[in-house]
């Protein structure tokens, strides 16, 4: 892990992590608890959340709060944030990190697959929106960060629904911007090039996919979460007050 900047508007900031356990989320809810903040995060991936929870506290930093939450069922989104509001208090910091970005050809997308990918990759986003935003008018301040990723900038293939919420994230970043900049909450897109997380090296990077980033990146070498954590607390910490409604890319240079 990079040693980050430290943001003393950050400690004690409430904050909530949508697929906090591994890749990025994990880098982001490591990176807010360095900062002194009250983590929750939720996840699927329950051993991989338990052992961050574990790992932070033994480094002495204050555990996060994981609840295991499927985020497809708005219910239980609902419901799990809810409780946790109710145990720490109003969040002051949203970041919508949970996506999978599954490969999927055209002509094999069916209707119902459509609408999985949509209730994993974008329709959350909105309901943890609006689940925070009575909190955040209540303090007259907010952070909201969106992640949203290069593909669709790049034209990248391979995955037409995933790229199509990704771009959609700008407009919903854009438009909650304006409709509540008035309550002092902002609003921003942070939005990762093609970051080495396990996964991606599990299922993707190949010597080809190597090559590939080599060409495409202006500056050398691996993109790794911390490099996205970094941005995103940035935008979370009053040291970006007046920053609202923008896109953030953190790709290296490859846009």
């Not at 004690?12 to 807010?32: N, P, W």
């Not at 903040?37 to 996840?43: I, P, Q």
């Not at 093609?194 to 190949?206: A, F, H, I, K």
Request: proline share 2%.
């Amino acid at each position: 892990m990079k040693t980050l900047a430290q943001y003393g508007s950050l400690r004690g900031k409430r904050v909530f992590v949508t697929g906090g356990g591994s890749g990025i989320g994990e880098a982001i809810v490591a990176a807010f608890a360095a900062q002194g903040a009250v983590v929750a995060f939720v996840d699927i991936a329950r051993e991989a959340s338990l052992a961050l929870c574990a790992r932070l506290a033994q480094a002495g930093l204050a555990a996060p709060l994981f609840r295991h939450c499927d985020i497809t069922d708005i219910a239980a989104l609902q419901a799990t944030m809810a409780g946790l509001a109710a145990e720490v208090g109003d969040f002051d910091v949203l970041v919508n990190n949970a996506a999978n970005d599954q490969r999927h050809d055209i002509e094999t997308v069916s209707l119902d697959y459509w609408n999985e990918r949509i209730a994993i990759n974008q329709r959350p986003m909105f309901f943890t929106c609006q689940a925070v935003l009575r909190g955040m008018k209540k303090k007259g301040a907010g952070a909201i960060i969106n992640l949203s990723s290069i593909s669709w900038h790049v034209k990248g293939g391979g995955y037409p629904v995933y790229a199509t919420t990704k771009a959609a994230v700008i407009g919903l970043t854009r438009s909650l911007a304006r409709d509540i900049g008035q309550y002092g909450i902002r609003v921003n897109t942070v939005t990762p090039g093609w970051v080495m997380t396990q996964r991606q090296l599990e299922l993707w990077v190949d010597d080809a996919a190597r090559a590939e980033i080599a060409k495409s990146q202006c500056l050398p070498g691996a993109l790794m979460p911390d490099d996205i954590a970094a941005m995103v607390i940035f935008l979370a910490a009053d040291d970006s007050a007046m920053c609202t409604g923008q896109e953030f890319i953190v790709d290296a240079g490859w846009v």
